[in-house]
C-alpha cells in the first residue's frame, strides 16, 4: 500500500469511530428523557399498582402508599418513584400508623416512616424488598398509555375522581392504574384510595 493509501485509511477510520461516537451519544441522549411506569405487588396486595414514573424536572409525581399484613407496627409501605436517566430510582419507606385518618398528601407525610429500601432498576426487571413479615415487588415496566391493566379493554375504564367540582387532569401527576379497569387521577395535593392502593399526587 501507498503512503497516500495508508493517509486515506486513516482519515477515513477516523471519520467512522467519530461518527459512531456521535450516533452513541445521541442515542444515550434519546434515552435520557424516556418514561417508564412500575407495578407494585405486597404480600396483602396480589393485584399490581402500575404508577408511572415521573421525570426528575418533574414537580407532580405520584407515589403509592400500599397496606401490609404481619408487618408489626408497619402498616403500610410507600415508594416515591423518580427516574434517573433510563432507569427508575425509588425510595420504599415503612409505615406506621392509622393510614384512614390521613387523606391528605401532607397527612400521609406526617405519619411516622423510615426508609427500608433504595433501589434503581431497569425496564423488565423486578426487585423485591422484604421487611418483617412483607415483602413488596417492584417491577419496571414501559409508560402505559392506558394505565388501568383492564383485561378486557371492551369494558373501558372506571374514571374515579377526587372532586365532583375539579376534574383530575392527567398533567397534574398521571393516572395510576388498578386490574380491572380502574384509573386514578389524583389532583395536586391529593390522596385516592383505589382498590390496589392509595395514590398521592405531590407538587404545589
Known amino acids: 500500500m501507498t503512503k ?3 493517509t486515506n485509511l486513516i482519515v477515513l477510520t477516523s471519520v467512522l469511530v467519530v461518527t459512531l461516537a456521535a450516533i452513541g451519544f445521541h442515542g444515550t441522549n434519546a434515552q435520557t428523557n424516556e418514561q417508564l411506569g412500575i407495578e ?8 399490581p399498582l402500575y404508577l408511572p414514573v415521573a421525570l426528575s424536572t418533574q414537580k407532580n409525581r405520584l407515589y403509592a402508599t400500599i397496606p401490609v399484613q404481619n408487618g408489626g407496627e408497619v402498616s403500610a409501605i410507600r415508594i416515591v418513584p423518580v427516574m434517573k436517566g433510563s432507569r427508575v430510582k425509588f425510595d420504599v419507606y415503612a409505615v406506621s400508623g392509622d393510614l384512614s385518618k390521613a387523606q391528605s398528601c401532607a397527612d400521609r407525610l406526617l405519619l411516622p416512616s423510615k426508609l427500608a429500601a433504595s433501589h434503581t432498576g431497569g425496564k423488565y426487571q423486578t426487585i423485591t424488598v422484604n421487611g418483617e413479615g412483607w415483602w413488596a415487588n417492584i417491577r419496571v415496566v414501559e409508560k402505559r398509555a392506558d394505565p388501568t391493566l383492564s383485561k378486557n379493554p371492551a369494558n373501558g375504564a372506571s374514571f374515579v375522581k377526587t372532586s365532583a367540582q375539579v376534574e383530575p387532569v392527567a398533567g397534574d401527576c398521571g393516572c395510576a ?7 386514578c387521577c389524583p389532583n395536586k395535593g391529593d390522596c385516592m384510595q383505589c382498590p390496589c392502593g392509595t395514590v398521592c399526587c405531590t407538587g404545589s
Open 4 to 6: 497516500s493509501g495508508r
Open 40 to 47: 407494585i405487588t405486597t404480600n396483602t396486595a396480589t393485584d
Open 177 to 183: 392504574g388498578c386490574a380491572g379497569g380502574i384509573r
